[in-house]
């Protein structure tokens, strides 16, 4: 009897443990996500879509996002006139066709189907306007435009002719984004007009682009050669102020973004004169961008090498003849570390000239080895050069026959100017070199 009444009691509770379980009310299931999808029996542009969805989207969350699921068939006729009635009033070029709700889970698909009002536009023409940058340059900007026909077909191509101003806020936003991503040193705006005389449509888009600040304002242009002398260059200069010139009012980071191209373009004329060809001159520029724009223009012989130098000594013995001396270096490169030159030192204290032939050689990086013969003094001269650090340099010279040996330690201080300070077997001295 006892065991009997045990079993009872259990069945009992299990009993009205099942009637609490079953007596709680489930939790309703809603409508978490909205979709939409719209088309039309004509081509639908892919920006003109996406707005659209996302207007569509926009109505179907307010209407219908969190109702309690399932619904009547009456409720979702009701949401679908809403979402026709209110998207229709919006639109401008169509026609809402029909609008259809389908329920997956908890999310609800919005199907629209539209109807163009009038003929569709079927070809596009971009009229691209540069406004403010020389005509060197606009090459450079067209390229950079060159995938902004894009925007516009994306834009416009199977959009009925009557909805063509209610894309414009759409198609600026998107040509914004599109000129931020491939010109962000220019603005841009257009005009639409329509041609639809002929058998297709056609949008004709005038774009204009014009520059943002800042802009490069002034130029300073230097010129500078290692194998030339520098005052050949002097009668090239007016030719390179004017092509560097047109840099003026260029957006700054415009010439950044494009200071490859821009050095090539600036360098190549150069090379096209005649007597450059002739010694086999190469030119580099080198460009330092800011509202003050400064060019570098290096221009070296890949074949030659000819040097005027001068200098004179500052505290050394009154007698050496040449504490005051002017030298001429004329060189043909044999190959890319060999070099045979003429050499003429003239010292006008006494008007005395020396003549040399010799050969030089690059035996280590930064490290070159001189051999020559001077006629006048019928000595042979050695040297040796090595560049240890920028616009440092060790020389040194021994003069075979009388057996005298000088060294020096020489700065760079500008590309016109030097300082060495030289010792030799009897005293050191300060020399001031001049580089022509």
């Not at 609490?20 to 996500?33: G, K, Q, T, V």
């Not at 340059?137 to 009557?162: C, H, R, T």
């Not at 520059?211 to 290692?226: E, H, K, N, W, Y």
Request: proline fraction near 3%.
């Amino acid at each position: 009897m006892r065991i009997n009444l045990m079993t009872k009691k259990i069945y009992i509770y299990l009993l009205m443990l099942l009637i609490l379980l079953f007596s709680i009310p489930a939790e309703a299931s809603r409508i978490e996500n909205v979709e939409a999808h719209v088309s039309s029996e004509s081509s639908l542009p892919p920006m003109v879509k996406e707005r659209m969805e996302e207007s569509v989207m926009a109505i179907g969350r307010q209407l219908i996002a969190g109702h309690n699921l399932p619904f009547t068939k009456e409720w979702q006729t009701q949401q679908e006139t809403t979402i026709h009635l209110v998207f229709d009033k919006i639109l401008v070029g169509y026609t809402v066709n029909c609008v259809k709700i389908n329920i997956v889970e908890s999310t609800a698909i919005i199907k629209v189907d539209l109807l163009p009002w009038t003929s569709t536009i079927q070809k596009i023409n971009v009229n691209k306007k540069i406004e403010g940058m020389p005509p060197q340059l606009i090459n450079l900007v067209l390229n950079d435009l060159a995938s902004v026909d894009e925007v516009f077909s994306d834009g416009l191509k199977g959009l009925p002719i009557a909805a063509t101003d209610w894309t414009n806020g759409i198609l600026k936003r998107r040509l914004n984004k599109f000129m931020a991503e491939s010109l962000p040193e220019f603005r841009a705006d257009f005009d639409i007009k329509i041609d639809d005389k002929s058998e297709n449509s056609t949008a004709i888009i005038d774009l204009t682009v014009y520059p943002r600040l800042p802009v490069v304002r002034t130029i300073s242009l230097s010129m500078r050669s290692d194998t030339m002398p520098n005052v050949a260059l002097v009668t090239h200069r007016t030719f390179m102020e004017d092509k560097v010139n047109i840099l003026v009012g260029v957006p700054v980071a415009f010439v950044e973004r494009h200071k490859d191209e821009i050095q090539s373009m600036i360098a190549k004329p150069l090379d096209e004169h005649t007597d450059f060809r002739r010694l086999k001159i190469k030119s580099d520029a080198t460009l330092t961008t800011g509202e003050h724009l400064s060019v570098m223009i290096r221009s070296n012989s890949t074949r030659y090498r000819m040097r005027a130098t001068g200098w004179i000594d500052l505290g050394r013995d009154s007698d050496a003849v040449d504490d005051l001396l002017f030298r001429m270096h004329i060189g043909r490169k044999i190959s890319n570390i060999d070099e045979a030159f003429f050499q003429v030192d003239i010292a006008p204290q006494e008007m005395k000239w020396n003549w040399s032939f010799g050969y030089s050689r690059s035996i280590l990086r930064r490290t070159n080895a001189y051999l020559r013969y001077d006629f006048t003094d019928k000595n042979f001269v050695g040297a040796l050069e090595y560049e240890f650090f920028k616009d440092w340099l060790i020389r040194y010279e021994h003069k075979f026959d009388d057996d005298k040996k000088e060294a020096a330690v020489r700065y760079k201080l500008h590309d016109f100017l030097g300082v060495e300070y030289v010792v030799d077997h009897k005293e050191s001295w300060l020399r001031l070199i001049g580089n022509f």
